[in-house]
């Protein structure tokens, strides 16, 4: 598949195929690119109901423009941990943020989470926020209580005392909880629409089966969250591993 940015002409055929309806990984195939390009760049760009090519080209343009302004004259950028590509790290850090977005998450709020979950400590400063993402104070303080508010990162204090906001691995585990109890109350309150609608009406047996089958799936979100809770706190194998 072609690297480089995306060209204004292959914008335009996203446009098109965004326009059609077409799936993003038919317009990926179609222009040779992955799929991740084809999705990270219709949500930064308004999304599929808004995105244009022509201003999407242009936001571009901005951003790269910003990036050269905002760096410092001889600021020395830190070497990758571990011989990692930086420019991989940052294409994959934009398509976790874009897939973060397409669940609900604000933009800002979905760059810090994605900027906590990919630092080889999983807790970073304020500071180190801002210097990562290029972004104001209030920016991240905005985003850090949201994301508080969602269970999805906690505070701490170092020796320093110094405030270090954690994205622990057991929210995802609290994430699926959250969203099983989610789908309990909307299979009780359908369940309460039968004895409102009449045992035996049609109504209420579309509404009993929507029950049925919510308990069914909240039943099974519980059962699969707790049996596979200790994978987020295990160690994956390594090839040396599995060959032993």
Not at 74 to 90: C, F, I, L, M, W
Not at 140 to 158: C, H, M, P, T, W
Not at 218 to 231: G, L, N, P, Y
Request: hydrophobic share 35%; with cysteine.
């Amino acid at each position: 598949m072609p690297g480089g940015r995306l060209t204004q002409q292959e914008r335009q055929q996203i446009a098109l195929g965004v326009a059609d309806g077409l799936a993003y990984a038919e317009i990926a195939r179609r222009l040779e690119r992955p799929t991740s390009t084809i999705t990270r760049e219709v949500m930064r760009n308004g999304g599929p109901t808004a995105y244009r090519a022509d201003l999407a080209h242009r936001a571009t343009e901005r951003r790269a423009h910003h990036r050269r302004q905002t760096t410092p004259r001889g600021a020395q950028t830190p070497e990758p941990a571990h011989g990692r590509d930086p420019e991989a790290v940052r294409e994959y850090e934009e398509t976790f943020t874009t897939v973060l977005m397409q669940t609900g998450a604000p933009k800002m709020m979905s760059r810090v989470l994605t900027c906590l979950y990919t630092s080889d400590t999983g807790s970073l400063t304020a500071a180190e926020l801002v210097q990562r993402l290029q972004v104001s104070p209030a920016s991240i303080s905005k985003a850090i209580s949201y994301l508080e508010n969602q269970g999805l990162v906690r505070r701490e204090r170092d020796d320093r005392r110094r405030e270090h906001y954690v994205a622990d691995n057991d929210v995802w585990y609290q994430s699926m909880i959250a969203s099983a109890r989610g789908t309990i109350q909307l299979a009780e309150t359908a369940r309460q629409g039968v004895g409102v609608l009449g045992p035996d009406t049609p109504a209420a047996i579309r509404l009993e089966n929507i029950a049925r089958f919510l308990d069914f799936v909240s039943e099974s979100i519980t059962r699969a969250a707790d049996q596979a809770r200790e994978v987020l706190h295990t160690k994956p194998e390594t090839p040396s591993d599995s060959a032993t």
